[in-house]
C-alpha cells in the first residue's frame, strides 16, 4: 500500500446513550476524524480485537480487525462495564496499551476524574463536549503515533533476522529489548497514514 | 415580498431563542448543535431533538410507572432514569428540565416518594412547555426557509 499523502485518524467511540453517540460522532466527523461508535465497553473490546470468547460475533466484521484505532474516547457512566473498567482492560493489554484513552462523563467528580487520570487516561472532558474540545485530541494521537513510528525505525536499524511480517518482529522484539522500549502493539498492521511533518521515514513504503 | 416574509420569521425566531435562553429553558449547549449541523448533515439538529423526544417520553413513562405503588418504589431504578434523561438534556441544551431532574435525584436519593410525585409533575410540565416550543421553533424555520424560498432558489439566483 502506497504512504497516503492525507492522514485520517481513527477514533473509536464508547457511550451507551444513542443521543451521545449521535453528538460526538458528528463533533469527530466534522474535526476530521473517521468515527466508529458502539454502545458498550464489551462492544470496544471486540473491535480492538481482545475478545472474551474466541468467536467472531457477526456484528464485527472482519474489517474492523485491520483498521488500527488510534484514539478511544469513552463514557464513564455505562451499565456493566464503565469507562474506567474499559480503560482498566485497555491498559492491562500489551496489544491496546498505548492507544491513547479519553474518558467523558457529565458530573465533575474530582475522585473519579484522579482514578481516570491514574489509571492512565490522557484526558478528561466534561459532558456536553465542545467542538473545540476536539482539539485536544490530535497531540494525544501524535504522540502514539510517533512512538508506534519510533518502534518501527527500532525494528528497522536492529540486526534481527527473520520474516518482514511485523508480528514476527515485534516478538522477538518483545524479548530481546529493554522494559523501556518493550510498548509495542502486536495485532495492528502499520496504516498507511504519515504524519505530514515527517519526510525521511523512507522505511514505510516498504510496508506491505 | 417574498423575502419580507422571511425576515420577519427570522426576527420571529430570534425573538424566541432569546426568550427561551432569558428563561433558561435553553443553554448555550443548542447553540453548539446548530454548529454541527451543515451541508454534510443538514438536518442534525432535527435529528437530534427527535431522538431527544423519543428517548425523554419512554423515560417520562417509566418514571410515571415507577412511582405508581408508594410501598414498593425502587428509587434506584428512578435514579438511573433520571442520570439518562439529565444526560441527554445536558447534551442538547435543555437546563431547565435538567435542573429539575437534579432536585428530583436528590428526592430519590431520600427515599421521598411525594416529593418524587411532585417533581415528577414539575418535570412533566417543564418538558411539555420545552417540546412545545421547540415545535414551534422548528415551525417558524420551515416556514422561513419556504419563504426565502423563491428568493435564495440556485436556479433562480
Given at each position: 500500500m502506497a504512504v497516503a499523502a492525507e492522514t485520517q485518524f481513527h477514533v473509536l467511540a464508547v457511550d451507551d446513550s444513542r443521543l451521545d453517540r449521535m453528538l460526538i460522532e458528528r463533533l469527530l466527523k466534522t474535526s476530521s476524524y473517521q468515527v466508529t461508535t458502539v454502545d458498550s465497553g464489551s462492544k470496544a473490546l471486540q473491535i480492538l480485537g481482545l475478545q472474551d470468547d474466541q468467536t467472531n460475533s457477526p456484528s464485527v466484521s472482519s474489517d474492523q480487525h485491520d483498521t488500527e484505532v488510534n484514539l478511544i474516547i469513552t463514557d464513564y457512566c455505562m451499565p456493566e462495564m464503565t469507562g474506567y473498567d474499559l480503560l482498566k482492560k485497555i491498559k492491562e493489554s500489551s496489544s491496546l496499551k498505548d492507544?491513547?484513552?479519553v474518558i467523558m462523563s457529565s458530573e465533575n467528580v474530582p475522585s473519579r476524574i484522579h482514578r481516570c487520570l491514574e489509571e492512565?487516561?490522557?484526558?478528561?472532558?466534561l459532558k456536553p463536549v465542545q467542538l473545540s474540545d476536539m482539539n485536544r485530541l490530535k497531540p494525544h494521537i501524535l504522540?502514539?503515533?510517533y512512538k508506534e513510528l519510533h518502534q518501527q525505525q527500532v525494528l528497522q536499524n536492529s540486526s534481527i533476522t527473520g520474516s518482514n511480517h511485523n508480528s514476527n518482529k515485534r516478538k522477538a522484539m518483545d524479548d530481546e529489548i529493554s522494559p523501556e522500549m518493550s510498548k509495542t502493539k502486536t495485532h495492528k498492521q502499520p496504516d498507511s497514514t504519515v504524519i505530514p511533518y515527517i519526510t525521511s521515514f523512507s522505511f514505510l513504503?516498504?510496508?506491505? | 415580498m417574498l423575502g419580507l416574509g422571511a425576515a420577519r420569521l427570522e426576527a420571529d425566531m430570534n425573538r424566541l431563542m432569546a426568550l427561551l435562553f432569558h428563561q433558561g429553558v435553553l443553554d448555550e449547549q443548542f447553540m453548539q448543535l446548530q454548529q454541527l449541523q451543515d451541508e454534510s448533515s443538514p438536518n442534525f439538529v432535527s435529528e437530534v431533538i427527535s431522538i431527544y423526544f423519543r428517548e425523554s417520553e419512554k423515560l417520562l413513562k417509566n418514571l410515571r410507572s415507577l412511582l405508581a405503588d408508594r410501598e414498593c418504589t425502587d428509587y434506584t431504578k428512578i435514579g438511573i432514569h433520571l442520570n439518562q434523561l439529565m444526560g441527554s438534556s445536558s447534551s442538547i441544551g435543555a437546563k431547565r428540565v435538567r435542573t429539575v431532574c437534579l432536585a428530583f435525584r436528590a428526592a430519590s436519593e431520600h427515599s421521598n416518594w411525594s416529593g418524587c410525585l411532585r417533581l415528577l409533575e414539575v418535570l412533566e410540565h417543564e418538558y411539555c412547555y420545552l417540546k412545545t416550543k421547540l415545535h414551534e421553533l422548528f415551525q417558524m424555520e420551515q416556514h422561513r426557509v419556504m419563504a426565502a424560498g423563491a428568493r435564495y432558489h440556485p436556479a433562480l439566483s
Open positions: 492507544i491513547p484513552v492512565g487516561a490522557e484526558e478528561f472532558f504522540k502514539g503515533k513504503t516498504s510496508f506491505e | -
